[in-house]
């Protein structure tokens, strides 16, 4: 290794390091609902964004994304707003959140290709078949989003955000 390589693999290293401790910080700091609502987005947008470029249902993810433009742009500015009060390294929290979805749904996709664009396919048919963004997530579950501790629960310690598994998750593990 050239000795110029050695400061950019520390620097790179150091930056990976800053952004997992950003958003290990976001996880000790309390999602109100509208953000936990944005946690919940990120993970399903990100789940969908896989399935498009694995499964090729580009042209599905392409129509989600354009018929709820306006609300994934309110719910990801909610999520970065969450990780800006949660830590002053703010845009690395947000950037390891997602980044860290996208892996984990592209290592998920890996272990049951057929299975995960099938869920996926179902899923699309699910959102076109929605009025509003918040109508579709309310039926998604969101693995990636549920290690965030909420600011309001009800009296059993549930978040207050609506949602409950969908048929998307619920068969493939």
Excluded: W
């Excluded at 707003?81 to 949660?86: K, L, N, Q, S, V």
């Amino acid at each position: 290794m050239s000795a110029m390589n050695k400061p950019l693999r520390a620097a790179a290293a150091s930056l990976a390091a800053l952004s997992l401790a950003g958003q290990a910080l976001a996880h000790e700091v309390c999602a109100r609902p509208q953000e936990a609502m944005a946690l919940k987005t990120a993970s399903v947008q990100q789940e969908l964004m896989v399935a498009a470029l694995t499964c090729g249902d580009t042209v599905a993810y392409n129509r989600f994304v354009l018929s709820h433009q306006s609300e994934l742009q309110d719910s990801d500015a909610a999520l970065k707003g969450y990780f800006h009060r949660a830590s002053a390294r703010g845009d690395d929290g947000y950037n390891a959140y997602k980044t860290a979805l996208a892996n984990d749904f592209s290592l998920e996709s890996l272990h049951g290709q057929d299975a995960f664009c099938r869920m996926a396919e179902a899923a699309f048919g699910a959102a076109q078949g929605t009025r509003t963004l918040s109508d579709f997530i309310a039926t998604q579950r969101a693995e990636g989003a549920d290690g965030f501790r909420p600011c309001d629960t009800g009296g059993d310690g549930t978040m207050m955000v609506a949602g409950g598994s969908s048929e998307f998750h619920r068969t493939r593990r």
